[in-house]
């Protein structure tokens, strides 16, 4: 239980706050509601912040340049904005700086781009009709396909709750928007190097929408809201210590801190 609001009314469904909100309901609390100021921000937005400077840029260059060479340059580039004291240890930061390299390395380069991308980086909102509420959605990377479009996301980390709710977003989204689903929607996960690969249907667009409607109930009522049980994701959390204050705790669902 958390917070004195009753219920908060949502008029975008975005996909940066859904993400924090699965991630933790305290953290996006913290963060979105009650609008702390952190010092700065958590270590997995900061890299996949590079991340995205990285596939933004290496996208936009001609055929040519897209070399290996070129992808570790801009990671050189643009790495030097991550602080190693935002990591455990030097290994844990040169390791993740290791394993961002070669699988961005991999996916960037084992395949040709021959077209520029029908949509780099770019935020489309929507109204949704059914949820009562604006989606909206970043696309990193979308492709042409010979039957319609492929959705490319790159991401630091990810899991199967974050991997629904890509999904279920760019299902519903696409529909919506363009009348149309993506051929496919391909997941890359930086950390560990793998592809999850999705072929979307009708029923995708309809899971999708309940699931939406269902995460902005869960949404506008704080006192409802959890603490996250994972604790990879609180060693990264800059609310450690508000939360450690120990407002309205949900004793039950509460890891020991
Ligand atoms: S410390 Fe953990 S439970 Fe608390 S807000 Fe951060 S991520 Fe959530």
């Not at 936009?60 to 340059?73: A, D, G």
């Not at 991999?106 to 009562?132: A, H, V």
């Not at 994972?230 to 669902?253: A, D, M």
Request: charged fraction near 25%; include cysteine; charge should be neutral.
């Amino acid at each position: 239980m958390m917070g004195k609001e009753h219920r908060i009314s949502i008029a975008t469904l975005t996909d940066y706050h859904l993400q924090d909100f699965i991630r933790c309901p305290y953290q996006f609390y913290f963060q979105h509601i009650e609008g702390k100021i952190t010092t700065q921000l958590d270590r997995r937005k900061k890299v996949q912040f590079v991340v995205n400077q990285v596939v933004s840029q290496y996208y936009k260059l001609p055929q040519k340049s897209q070399t290996t060479k070129k992808v570790m340059e801009l990671i050189d580039d643009h790495w030097s904005a991550i602080d190693v004291r935002q990591f455990e240890s030097k290994v844990h930061y040169y390791m993740a700086l290791a394993n961002i390299t070669d699988h961005l390395l991999k996916f960037l380069t084992s395949k040709i781009i021959e077209y520029p991308p029908l949509f780099l980086y770019e935020k489309f909102n929507i109204n949704i009709e059914e949820l009562g509420t604006e989606l909206s959605l970043t696309f990193d990377v979308a492709e042409w396909s010979s039957n319609s479009f492929i959705i490319k996301k790159y991401l630091v980390d990810t899991d199967e709750d974050m991997n629904l709710l890509f999904n279920n977003m760019i299902s519903v989204f696409c529909k919506k928007a363009f009348g149309q689903l993506p051929e496919r929607i391909e997941i890359f996960s930086l950390m560990e190097g793998k592809i999850e690969t999705y072929i979307p249907t009708m029923k995708d667009v309809s899971d999708g929408l309940e699931y939406l409607y269902i995460m902005k109930n869960l949404l506008q009522e704080p006192k409802k809201y959890l603490k996250t049980d994972s604790l990879t994701v609180c060693n990264s959390c800059s609310y450690q210590k508000r939360c450690y204050e120990g407002i309205n705790i949900n004793q039950e669902r509460c890891h020991s801190h």
